[in-house]
């Protein structure tokens, strides 16, 4: 059983490029998250789905895009990135239920040289 | 918006003793959840406990256990008998009950473990 399962572990961009963190779930839960954590700062939530098809803006949405179209994957976009989008991503998937844990990928270290 | 907050940016504590981390909470809530994750140096979240807010007994899992403080909105985790494997940094989480409910974490405790 994998998990969730992010592509890449680590990558540098320069300014103005883009890229797609790719994020995957096995585990057939509604619920995927994404979230960006800054150096001494805890995790903020960039975007979430609570299924196929819908997503929603987070805390801290601008310069990224999400989109599921299935219940496995949940690319995270990032068009001209900037260099105050240098952090660590997560992503994570949870069943649905509040109480429920949610699973957290090993995270993407990204670098906006 | 709820707010979660972590007042002790590291902690240090001897192998085999107990330590306790803080955490406090906002929320005009009266149905949640709160967690506590451990993140290690491999960055992978890994949660440690949880609570439901409506049970008045505290969580246990093994050597970790919380003080939940509904009232004062606190929520404080206990580790006993700590071993060099506990070394991480701590994120107290919060989650209303309900759909569509996120996660919204304090910005994390780290803790170092002595000889």
């Known amino acids: 059983n994998a998990g969730v399962t992010q592509t890449p572990k680590f990558r540098i961009l320069k300014i103005g490029q883009s890229m797609t963190l790719q994020c995957t779930q096995d585990?057939?839960?509604?619920?995927m998250y994404w979230y960006r954590q800054d150096p001494g700062m805890g995790l903020k939530l960039i975007y979430y789905s609570v299924g196929a098809g819908i997503t929603d803006k987070g805390e801290v949405p601008n310069g990224y895009n999400v989109s599921r179209s299935t219940t496995e994957d949940f690319p995270l976009r990032l068009e001209l990135a900037a260099p105050s989008q240098t952090s660590v991503y997560f992503c994570a998937s949870s069943y649905g239920s509040s109480n429920t844990e949610a699973f957290f990928g090993q995270g993407t270290r990204l670098t906006v040289v | 918006a709820q707010t979660v907050t972590q007042s002790q940016p590291e902690m240090s504590v001897q192998e085999a003793e107990t330590v306790t981390l803080s955490c406090t909470y906002d929320t005009s809530e009266s149905d949640y959840y709160l967690f506590w994750y451990k993140q290690p140096p491999s960055r992978q979240m890994i949660l440690v406990i949880r609570q439901e807010a409506y049970k008045q007994q505290n969580a246990t899992e093994n050597r970790f256990s919380v003080n939940f403080q509904k009232a004062a909105k606190s929520f404080s985790l206990k580790i006993s008998d700590s071993q060099l494997g506990d070394a991480a940094m701590y994120f107290c989480a919060y989650r209303r009950a309900g759909t569509a409910s996120k996660l919204t974490f304090g910005t994390g405790t780290r803790l170092q473990v002595t000889l």
């Open positions: 585990m057939n839960h509604n619920y």
